[in-house]
């Protein structure tokens, strides 16, 4: 298994409100997290920092090793988290109102189980095909969901930044929480929207399926964001997943070769 990350502040931005890490457990397992944050000053910054370097420590501390503790450690950990950083909203008007994505992967000997909140995306990379692993929580995915606007439209919506969940807010926040089973060679890409908003998924995938070192393939995505107009920072964090412990049964035939991972919700 090979990792890499890399973050730009992109071309129209002065400061830098992504921030993403990977961090192991007590068991040697490993978690990848990466946080959009959001609010003036240097707020947004604050939130970001502070979701991965808790949920990271907390991580290093932890002796989860299975799926469903991994998704109960996820549930409860970014809950804390969330309370955590609406304290610090409170605590000085610089802050108020600031909040943050997060999405997040426990990888796993044969599976990952995976967290998000916001609109920092997670995808599978399989055979050519990749798959959107997360759901949006913003405004124009409602829109889209309900029917009344198009993909197309949400594309240019003016309120498209809009969330309706992120860590930061009052109370109880709704975690997705998923578990995937992956393959040799698969690839798991989890990023900010300053990628998914600049370059469009074939141009990712392409990008991906290439035969150059993974240091290479981040730093042409990210490039690539820049060169579109990068609106916004850009963060992405790629996971190869080049060898497995357990090798799973042969598939059933027919076999389809496009990623279809089995899905569980869980919700506090």
Request: with cysteine.
């Amino acid at each position: 298994m090979e990792i890499n990350v890399q973050s730009d502040v992109g071309r129209k931005r002065n400061t830098n409100q992504d921030y993403a890490n990977v961090f192991e457990n007590q068991q040697h397992i490993t978690f990848a997290v990466l946080a959009d944050g959001m609010g003036g000053h240097q707020a947004g910054d604050v939130a970001s920092q502070m979701a991965v370097n808790n949920l990271g420590e907390s991580w290093s501390n932890a002796s989860v090793d299975s799926a469903e503790k991994s998704a109960q450690w996820l549930i409860q950990a970014i809950q804390k988290e969330n309370e955590k950083i609406y304290e610090r909203g409170q605590s000085k008007p610089e802050y108020l109102g600031m909040g943050t994505t997060v999405v997040g992967a426990i990888l796993l000997p044969d599976s990952f189980v995976l967290a998000n909140v916001g609109d920092s995306r997670a995808y599978l990379v399989r055979d050519q095909h990749m798959l959107q692993l997360t759901e949006d929580h913003s405004l124009v995915n409602e829109l889209v969901k309900s029917g009344e606007i198009t993909r197309e439209m949400a594309a240019n919506h003016p309120r498209k930044n809009v969330l309706t969940r992120s860590l930061g807010m009052p109370g109880t926040v709704e975690v997705d929480v998923t578990n995937h089973e992956w393959l040799p060679n698969d690839y798991l890409l989890l990023c900010s929207d300053g990628l998914t908003n600049m370059v469009p998924e074939t141009k990712i995938l392409e990008i991906l399926e290439t035969s150059d070192p993974l240091e290479s393939k981040l730093s042409q995505l990210v490039a690539q964001a820049n060169e579109a107009g990068g609106l916004d920072n850009i963060t992405v964090l790629v996971i190869h997943f080049d060898e497995q412990d357990n090798p799973p049964p042969p598939p059933p035939h027919p076999t389809n070769n496009t990623p279809t991972p089995h899905q569980h919700k869980h919700t506090p």
